[in-house]
């Protein structure tokens, strides 16, 4: 079955220190890949998503993530955590050879970010 | 302005009752999703629609329905068979063949 994983449920990090979230995803196909960022109450806002092409995307807010097809991994990256991102982070997939065009997503990583 | 606009921001119901949730578009998007977030679980998909007059069932689509008769408009509704209906729904539209979908603010449901 098609499935993504969020390995962290929770990270702290301190304001200004590199952020790593993980992302993996089953299934063989190559995936349409994306993040999306949710503060508490609100809907989701995209951050960034992949399609092909250069493996390494930038996004808005210093995001980036990197595609590794070896590792079935998209992991998000930011060099300098703001206490601004803090917030609950999913990774989503569309696998585009099933037909089914919609978002499987990840469980969440809630972010918090320490003064 | 462009987005998609779901309403109420707040519902309540009583157990029994059916409720519908409004989910509308001006950006002219083909494709319409209906989500259900439950704490810890993510995002988990009741039914979409690709074109008007058409929808598919999702993951747990058992409790809901839909109708997609205007591109603009994909309204949910939550049927008293819904063993738990209390969540935060969300609505999302995709279109341009990218698959790229954005989303509504969200609406979210206590029943009582």
């Known amino acids: 079955a098609q499935s993504v994983t969020q390995p962290d449920i929770h990270i702290t990090v301190s304001e200004g220190a590199s952020l790593e979230l993980r992302c993996n995803y089953s299934y063989g196909a190559t995936p349409y890949l994306f993040w999306y960022v949710q503060s508490p109450g609100q809907g989701l806002q995209l951050l960034l998503k992949?399609?092909?092409?250069?493996?390494l995307v930038q996004g808005i807010k210093g995001f980036e993530a990197e595609f590794k097809r070896s590792q079935s991994s998209f992991n998000l990256r930011k060099p300098s955590v703001h206490w601004s991102d803090a917030a609950e982070y999913f990774c989503?997939?569309?696998?585009?050879?099933?037909?089914?065009?919609?978002?499987?997503f990840g469980s969440g990583t809630r972010l918090q970010v320490q003064p | 302005d462009g987005g998609i606009t779901q309403s109420p921001k707040y519902l309540f119901r009583k157990e029994g009752q059916n409720v519908t949730l409004s989910c509308e578009q001006n950006l002219n998007h083909d494709a319409m999703y209906w989500y259900r977030q439950d704490p810890g679980q993510g995002l988990r998909l009741i039914y979409y629609?690709?074109?008007?007059?058409?929808?598919q069932k999702g993951d747990i689509a058992e409790g809901y329905s839909v109708s997609r008769e205007k591109k603009e408009s994909f309204p949910l509704t939550v049927t008293s068979a819904q063993k738990n209906p209390t969540a935060f729904y969300l609505c999302?539209?995709?279109?341009?063949?990218?698959?790229?979908?954005?989303f509504g603010p969200g609406t979210r449901l206590t029943v009582l």
């Open positions: 999302a539209a995709a279109g341009g063949g990218t698959d790229t979908q954005y």
């Open positions: 989503a997939v569309v696998w585009r050879d099933t037909g089914r065009r919609a978002l499987t």
């Open positions: 629609s690709q074109i008007v007059n058409d929808f």
């Open positions: 992949y399609f092909s092409g250069d493996t």
